[in-house]
């Protein structure tokens, strides 16, 4: 088994072969959204920023916050270049609202082209399928490459400290410390925020699937 299932060969050409490009983000499309959306706005999104969708695919989030944000300050990224492009194409009343400079294809979130002028980012439901060992340097990317950054929202799957293997969380997803889905200690994490120059505060909301979702804050 790969390390991630968006890691196997061929796994977007065959997708939006298929035309499963909503299916690729792990479904509950509309839920998933919204509650994206919320806790954005809940963490003081407005029209004027500037907001970077870490591992955005086919616009799940993108299609609802392209609309309610200024022209051109939505950013995606994602390792294909195509599935973003599949949502813009299909997702979008105003394809025009979001340029396809905009989406950048990024593999290893070294966030190439994205402007240091992003005041939000958010990666949901991205590092619950990677590798624990994934997460501290893309913060440390994301600390670096973006100097205005003020909120960056991120979600994880956690598990109490030392539990052996497999945890049911409270929507029934059940995670795994060694392979899809990963869930953490919060220990753990906090520790990868700490390394990479953020400060971390956990948040008390019920997310899709059981996500836990933190708050990482630039620290002075």
């Known amino acids: 088994m ?11 050409d065959d997708a939006l072969a298929k035309g499963r490009h909503r299916d690729i983000v792990g479904g509950r499309w509309d839920e998933t959204g919204r509650a994206q959306m919320a806790i954005l706005r809940a963490a003081g999104l407005l029209p004027h920023h500037r907001l970077l969708d870490i591992g955005c695919g086919a616009l799940r989030l993108g299609h609802m916050a392209v609309p309610y944000l200024d022209p051109g300050h939505y950013w995606g990224t994602d390792a294909s270049l195509a599935l973003m492009r599949r949502g813009r194409d299909l997702e979008l009343a105003d394809a025009s609202r ?5 989406l950048v294809e990024d593999a290893d979130f070294s966030l190439p082209g994205v402007p240091e002028t992003i005041d939000f980012a958010i990666a949901f439901g991205v590092f619950t399928h990677l590798p624990a060992t994934m997460l501290r340097p893309a913060l440390a990317s994301v600390r670096a490459r973006l100097p205005r950054l003020d909120t960056m929202l991120l979600t994880v799957f956690l598990a109490p ?11 029934g997803v059940v995670t795994h410390p060694g392979r899809p889905p990963y869930h ?10 700490a390394a990479s120059g953020f400060t971390l505060s956990w948040q008390p909301v019920h997310l899709p699937r059981g996500q836990a979702l933190c708050h990482l804050k630039p620290a002075c």
Request: no cysteine; glycine share 8%; net charge negative.
């Open 184 to 193: 953490r200690t919060a220990t753990a994490v906090e520790a990868d925020a």
């Open 2 to 12: 790969p390390a991630s299932p968006y890691l196997a060969p061929g796994f977007y």
């Open 161 to 171: 400290p030392g539990h052996p293997g497999a945890h049911r969380q409270p929507d």
């Open 98 to 102: 979001l340029p396809l400079a905009n």
